[in-house]
């Protein structure tokens, strides 16, 4: 389980997160940075090279974990270097769940998103244009010359309501 002193800089850190996000459009080097580094200062201090490693562990397999939707240009690298912060806060497992309940949330958030700015035939034009590209070419239309401009998503909100709801299923015994 994760010291109080983690949990309290994780949760300051997603609410900066999410703030710059859903104002800006961005979440910035400084604020991810600083979030990974505390995470490897208070684990390195709790528990001296375990800890290091578990961060270290942690960081890769939250960077990992969004490393496709950046590389094909779903996502911005702000969201991909938050979640390895928080991996480096929480650890391997413990950001694996998180980023369950945050893609969970995120697939509930770009419908809403999508319903609201088109209309869920639109939607649905969308999804059924992209697999059929797949199903034809085997590849994924991530320009705006193949597919229409999607609405943005602040995705540093849907990453942060994901890691309370791991941290609060852990905290109960749940998970």
């Keep these: 389980m994760s010291s109080p002193l983690l949990l309290s800089g994780l949760a300051l850190g997603l609410v900066v997160a999410a703030v710059t996000d859903v104002r800006e459009g961005r979440i910035p080097n400084w604020l991810t940075f600083s979030l990974a580094a505390f995470g490897f200062g208070v684990q390195s201090w709790e528990h001296g090279w375990e800890g290091f490693l578990f961060s270290l562990g942690g960081l890769g397999v939250g960077l990992a974990c969004l490393m496709f939707f950046y590389i094909k240009g779903g996502m911005g690298a702000g969201d991909v270097k938050l979640l390895g912060a928080i991996g480096a806060i929480l650890g391997p497992g413990q950001v694996v769940i998180a980023f369950a309940f945050a893609a969970m949330l995120g697939g509930l958030y770009s419908l809403a998103l999508m319903s609201n700015q088109g209309g869920l035939r639109q939607a649905w034009d969308r999804v059924f244009l992209l697999l059929s590209t797949l ?9 705006g010359d193949q597919i229409p401009a999607e609405p943005k998503l602040r995705y540093a909100l849907v990453l942060g309501l994901g890691t309370v709801i791991a941290q609060t299923l852990f905290y109960y015994g749940v998970w």
């Excluded at 199903?135 to 320009?143: A, D, E, F, G, N």
């Design 135 to 143: 199903k034809v070419t085997r590849t994924l239309p991530v320009s």
